[in-house]
Structures are given as C-alpha cells and as structure tokens.
C-alpha cells in the first residue's frame, strides 16, 4: 500500500478531508527541481483531524466517486506537538 504525507487543507465536509501533498520533480532537460502539490480526498471516520495537521494517509478501496485515501494518523513530528498541547 502507498504511504504518503501532506498536510489538511480543507476539514469542511463531514468525514473527509482534503490533503496537499508536495513532491520535489526533476525537470528532464534543465534538470532543475520544482514543486508540484496533488490534493486528495481522505477519510476521516472520527472527524478528529483539523486544517493545518501534518498526516500520513494510505491507500485503500474506494469509499466513494473521489474517495480512495483514508488517513493513518499524525506524522512522528506533529504527534509530538499534539501531546504537549494536551500537557498544557
């Protein structure tokens, strides 16, 4: 299964959530790297992930028409913020 990492953009539908995810590409013929951002719809069964979080998010069947990502859980850097801001 592929794994990938991005970050929410949008938290407005209910249960799904838009990720960004950014990959550096090397352009053929001036070998140069550029950014490119992909947008994909993840599921989100608990409704617990906001705009702004750094996820993991992993391949799976289709859940619905544009549905076909459901998010793992937090990147190994944001878990760590998360618990301090519960500490606090």
Do not use: C
């Not at 069947?61 to 076909?68: I, M, T």
């Not at 793992?72 to 998360?82: I, P």
């Amino acid at each position: 299964m592929r794994k990938l990492k991005g970050i929410i953009t949008s938290d407005k539908m209910d249960k799904t959530r838009v990720v960004a995810v950014n990959q550096l590409k090397k352009h053929k013929r001036y070998l140069k790297y550029f950014k490119v951002t992909k947008k994909y719809k993840s599921h989100d069964e608990d409704n617990k992930y906001k705009e702004g979080d750094e996820v993991i998010i992993e391949e799976t069947r289709p859940l619905s028409k544009q549905k076909r990502w459901r998010i793992v859980g937090y990147t190994k850097d944001q878990s760590a913020t998360e618990t301090s801001k519960e500490e606090k």
